[in-house]
């Protein structure tokens, strides 16, 4: 009888020691679970980008600036979806909708020299530069439509900037870059989504890399 | 004073001061409206002008977010008589300050922290256990952000954790009389007359009564029960009445007949006769019959609402109050006033409430036997406190939505707290150590989700990637502003 009560009594210790560990085990897992859901690696955000709210609306890409808010920040990749809203998947949704420029920068860091051609989809107008050269331009208004250019560019650094303008209505800035191996004259018309398959720039590839602006050249002229 | 009364004094001074932290500072901040405020502070400026009203809620409530305002008076400059004309307010005057309508609410819920470490100790008089579990209430997000604002439920959950002090307190003593029960019914009524889901804290009445009686109910227990359960009542209607008498004799003026009020009470309000006791209860009638009006008039869909069922898992956050802020020059940034859980403290009331009702069915179907009577009882006693809320909730036929769960959230928290201390009982007496430093452990994750989610409660500026980082879950349903 006495063994069979002792062997009760072990029985129930050892049942106390398991619910015991129930209760580390659920410590423990709570705490893996709030480092899984709160630990996040950084993106590396190599493009930099200028917001200038204007007070007026704006006409066109050469409108004179009457800035009231202006605010800088930092993006993986040139890609502002179209809708109504600014929106970038690093930031989500914002309040700008209307009468606002943007000045994108980056450096381009070519590792073959070359062709590159480039597509900017956008809504409104766009003006895209490299090393302070004019490579192609929409200076107007429009719904998100598709303007393709090339140039060629030298293995190393180069300045890459995008100004952009957003009147009313929808927005959106798309902007993609490959390099052409081919050497063919890029042409729309024989190239169907041809730019779908371009890469994102700030998406690094083969040939290219992009790096943020040093703080000095940044805001050079704003 | 002994050694353990003085430390339970000591413990309950720094839960208040950990309560004040969190629940009370910078308490008037936002000064925006946040969801309800809209009609509570509209009721509130009646009462101190004098206007009468009919409201789907007992005055109680309303009568102490009046009474912080005419307290502080911190609007005395402004004019505020359009809230005097509407029953929802869509603006508020500028340098509107919320001191005022929010002090009372934000100070029931301080007071309220202090009541929830007392229901601890007195559920496993362990001193230290019940400081460091205090941190479900004191950290609590979704609790926090609608405490803080000029609502409801603070004062009504105040009084609910009052009830349940006095019912642990009484369950201890065998010699429970009218003017315990009566005391209880007291209480009971200061949550009623607040809102009229505190009448889930009926159960007390039997779970108080037939704790010490176990075998059948003799002629003269029932007699006793029907005494006793008159004096419970008495005690519910004695302060439900004097919130209403209140009420009336505060609304004297009729601006607009908007609650269309019956010709009798109409010809009382013109005698300025609303504070005779004698025209009581044709006023009462008008009101609950206002009352009856209003919930039919709730629509039964509202895109913030959710299901009763879905409640424990969090769906679905509502959001207060929210707009863009530029903040550091960033874009995407955005400040909310968010009712987000914290997940932590939803995970431990879930995990208790599965554990109880899995225990209660084991004992009750298949003859598990049970080691602590007591704390089996309570853990049966909250269970069904838990379940008949959200039963009530879901045939109310309105929408409803996910701070309706706040009540039965602090159920779930005594029940796991209870499964804590029946399930690691025997371990808590052989090796404690290990038990505080677990638990420490545990408050500390309770604390650090509580930082993490506090730019939701407090409304502080978080970037959109930030907002996106803590949707955890898409059944919260946390939405970003665009």
Known sequence: MDLENNNKKITESQREDKSDWFFYFLVILIAFYIIIKTVHWPIEKSIDVLLLQQSKPIENLQTAHDTIFIADFAVDTIHFPEGEYFYHENFGYSEFKNDFFLKLQTQMETLKSGKYNFSIRSDDGFKLTIDNTVICAHPNGRPMEETLCSTTLNKGLHHFEIYYYQGFGYLGLEARYEFDSSQNPMNKSTLPNHSLNMQLIGRESETVKFHPMPIAKLYVNQ | ?482
């Open chain 2, 1 to 482: 004073m002994s050694i353990s009364k003085s430390s339970l004094v000591f413990a309950s001074f720094g839960i208040l001061l950990i309560a004040i932290y969190s629940y009370f500072f910078n308490y008037h901040y936002p000064a925006e409206l946040a969801w309800d405020e809209n009609y509570h502070i509209a009721s509130a400026q009646k009462y101190l002008a004098g206007v009468m009203f009919m409201e789907p809620h007992p005055p109680l409530g309303k009568l102490f977010i009046a009474l912080g305002e005419w307290l502080l008076q911190p609007n005395q400059h402004l004019d505020t008589n359009t809230f005097l004309h509407t029953d929802y307010i869509k603006t508020i005057p500028d340098d509107y300050s919320f001191r005022g309508v929010r002090l009372f609410p934000s100070l029931f819920a301080c007071i309220a922290a202090v009541l929830f470490f007392w229901i601890l100790y007195l559920l496993s008089q362990q001193l230290i256990l019940a400081f460091f579990f205090s941190s479900l209430y004191l950290f609590e997000n979704a609790m926090i952000v609608h405490s803080r604002t000029a609502m409801l439920e603070s004062t009504q959950i105040c009084f609910i954790f009052l009830s349940i002090v006095y019912f642990l307190y009484r369950l201890n003593k065998a010699d429970n009389r009218l003017k315990h029960y009566f005391i209880l019914g007291i209480f009971t009524g200061l949550a009623v007359a607040v809102k009229l889901n505190s009448l889930i804290l009926l159960i007390l009445f039997p779970g108080l009564f037939f704790y010490h009686r176990r075998k059948r109910l003799s002629l003269i227990q029932l007699k006793k029960l029907l005494n006793y359960g008159s004096s419970y009542t008495i005690g519910i209607l004695l302060i439900f009445f004097l919130s209403y008498y209140i009420h009336f004799s505060l609304g004297q003026k009729v601006l607009e007949n908007q609650y269309q009020a019956s010709a009798a009470y109409l010809e009382i309000l013109e005698k300025h006769e609303t504070s005779n006791i004698r025209h009581f209860f044709t006023m009462l009638k008008d009101n609950i019959y206002y009352i009856k009006k209003y919930e039919q008039g709730v629509p039964l869909n509202h895109k913030p609402g959710s299901s009763p069922g879905t409640w424990p898992f969090g769906n679905k956050s509502i959001n207060y109050h929210s707009q863009h802020v530029h903040h550091n020059n960033k874009v995407g940034t955005v400040q909310y006033l968010y009712l987000q859980g914290n997940p932590v403290i939803w995970l431990l009331v879930l995990i208790g409430v599965a554990l109880s009702l899995a225990q209660i069915v084991a004992a009750v179907c298949f003859g598990l036997s049970i080691k602590d009577r007591k704390s089996f009882y309570l853990i049966s006693l909250f269970s069904l406190m838990y379940l008949a809320y959200l039963a009530v909730m879901f045939n109310l036929g309105r929408v409803m939505y996910l701070y309706h769960y706040l009540i039965p959230l602090l159920f779930g928290c005594f029940l796991f707290y209870l499964q804590f201390n029946q399930i690691l009982g025997t371990t808590l007496n052989q090796k404690p150590h290990l038990i505080y430093i677990a638990t420490g452990f545990l408050v500390l994750e309770i604390i650090f989700c509580y930082w993490y989610f506090s730019p939701l409660t407090y409304y502080q500026p978080l970037s959109n990637e930030a907002f996106m980082q803590r949707q955890w879950m898409d059944f919260w349903h946390l939405e970003m502003l665009r």
